[in-house]
């Protein structure tokens, strides 16, 4: 029996899904297996002592993005479900698509790909950025074009990194530059193909709630608390990694109460705008991974920290308004001012960083360029001075360039895919709606008769 066009979209998603998880189970089966026992290994407490160093920063990112991310989105008060859910799956779908190329790419040697937790971690960072750049669209887009999107941006993502990080030596510890700056200009790149030059008026479901913003700030809190795990956790084990806490520590810190100050000072009646609490107090996050394990005094920090929530908190009060409604450019979660400017900002801090270095102290130099051993410090002096200063300084802003013209240009071909009938992007009215994607058992608490089963599968049918 023919399936029925009002439902064809729903039944597209577990179709997706089911092929995907078929296809890595087969890949699996076939192609990966584990890394030697400890037992076997030449020394076991040595990489014993790696994998316990490693896995208490892996949970604190894992509560970052599954609790911390998934409740920064429900500031839609009606499609708080749809948040969540959709930030778990693209979770666990990009981080699985990510370990068979990164596998494929880098790791396959003899026929097998073997894994070990490191390889893990990598791959759940190429899912952040996937994570990142939907915010653009959230509420307005179908989950089979997330997964779409997010099919897509993956491999950009690997082949972005590659350049900026292997052949450029890009420093970025903390991965402002390789995951904020790339998914942030992805995502924008991706809506405005989406939506074409199309105005898109002000939803009525779109303005948060009370309670929305609370949710979305304790999703802020949960953040704030385990960010400098994400940024330290690649970093070189010992000095570099203990400056890397510190430092992340301080801008947040100063990113926190520089926002209360600037909201405060641009809203009527110096009341707080909770938009800015919940995206200022983390724009110091992201602005110092690039420098977070390089040696500079700790005012830098503080004053990195404070300069990105201003420009951060600026951003939402005059330049996203601008962009709607100069560029017909959507940005509903406002990822450009959270993680595209404080990331220019945090690449162009790099670049100062850089250049007014000490070559001859050494602690000056940055820990991504050394390798672990006893000999580390030789190795950097000799491939920074190889390059030399201005070089290296060349190449951060090169990386930087890099990053932004990639993604948006990857971007704007993607949003041009989404826009195909069969992927059944929501009609407008019923965007900002969880009763489009579950069953809601309490009908007090869910939208009008917009809303309802037969009014949804209708708007559904005449979409495709």
């Not at 909770?274 to 996050?285: D, E, K, R, T, Y």
Request: glycine fraction near 8%.
């Amino acid at each position: 029996m023919a399936v029925p066009p009002s439902t064809y979209p729903h039944r597209l998603l577990p179709l997706f899904l089911g092929l995907f998880q078929g296809a890595l189970l087969l890949f699996f089966a076939l192609f990966v297996t584990y890394d030697e026992p400890l037992a076997q290994a030449e020394d076991t407490n040595l990489v014993a002592n790696q994998i316990y160093s490693t896995f208490p920063f892996f949970q604190d990112i894992q509560v970052m993005l599954v609790v911390g991310l998934g409740l920064l989105l429900t500031f839609l008060p009606r499609y708080g479900f749809s948040a969540l859910t959709h930030n778990f799956l693209l979770l666990n779908f990009s981080m699985q698509w990510a370990l068979v190329l990164q596998g494929l790419l880098h790791h396959f040697h003899h026929g097998q790909i073997h894994l070990d937790l490191h390889k893990l971690l990598i791959s759940e960072f190429a899912a952040v950025t996937v994570l990142i750049s939907v915010g653009a669209i959230l509420g307005r887009a179908s989950p089979c074009q997330l997964l779409v999107m997010a099919t897509c941006e993956i491999p950009t993502y690997l082949a972005s990194e590659w350049v900026i990080v292997t052949c450029l030596g890009v420093l970025d510890v903390g991965s402002t530059i390789t995951i904020h700056v790339f998914s942030c200009y992805f995502g924008l790149g991706v809506s405005k193909a989406l939506f074409r030059a199309t105005q898109q008026p002000l939803h009525p479901k779109e303005t948060p709630t009370t309670s929305s913003d609370l949710m979305s700030l304790v999703g802020t809190l949960i953040l704030w608390v385990f960010w400098p795990s994400f940024v330290a956790v690649l970093c070189q084990p010992g000095d570099a990694q203990h400056r890397a806490i510190l430092n992340t520590l301080l801008a947040m810190s100063a990113s926190a109460i520089t926002t209360v100050v600037a909201s405060s000072l641009l809203e009527r009646d110096s009341k707080l705008s909770p938009s800015h609490l919940q995206n200022g107090s983390l724009a110091g996050g992201v602005a110092i991974g690039v420098v977070a394990d390089m040696a500079m005094p700790p005012v830098a920090a503080l004053a990195l920290g404070s300069l990105s929530a201003v420009v951060c908190v600026l951003g939402f009060r005059f330049l996203t308004p601008l962009l709607r409604r100069k560029l017909t450019l959507l940005d509903q979660c406002g990822i450009h001012n959270l993680h595209g400017l404080p990331g220019i900002l945090g690449a162009a801090a790099s670049v100062v960083a850089i250049l007014v270095a000490s070559k001859d102290t050494s602690g000056s130099q940055p820990s991504q360029l050394s390798p672990a051993g006893d000999n580390a410090s030789e190795v950097v002096e000799g491939q920074w001075g190889g390059r030399g200063v201005g070089g290296q300084a060349l190449c951060q802003a090169a990386g930087l360039a890099v990053a932004v013209g990639a993604s948006l240009l990857a971007g704007l071909l993607t949003g041009a895919a989404l826009r195909l009938p069969c992927l059944a992007r929501p009609p407008e009215r019923l965007c900002f709606d969880d009763s489009l994607y579950f069953m809601i058992q309490d009908q007090a608490e869910s939208p009008g008769p917009d809303s309802s089963a037969e009014e949804g599968a209708l708007a559904l049918k005449e979409q495709v």
